[in-house]
């Protein structure tokens, strides 16, 4: 899980990203979106794989949660 942060925090996020399209990690990638903070990514994965750049099935592992509930939401099924 991510929280909003500065430069570190999205250098860890990307390294976890590219994990995850690479098929190299397993478990998901959940950004609390705390008041839009990471609206800018989000819009910016949605576009990569609307122009053919990046697969949906790549980015399957990432979810952006605005709340507690979204985030359990993500996690309960997967135990």
């Not at 925090?9 to 390294?15: I, N």
């Not at 989000?42 to 979204?70: K, M, N, V, W, Y």
């Amino acid at each position: 899980m991510a929280t909003p942060g500065g430069t570190g925090t999205l250098e860890e996020v990307s390294e976890v990203i590219s994990l995850i399209a690479l098929a190299q990690f397993d478990a998901p990638c959940i950004l609390f979106n705390l008041n839009g903070f990471y609206d800018d990514l989000h819009a910016l994965l949605s576009r990569t794989s609307d122009i053919g750049l990046c697969s949906p099935r790549r980015q399957r592992g990432i979810h952006f949660a605005h709340s507690l509930e979204e985030m359990a939401n993500i996690l309960v099924p997967l135990h």
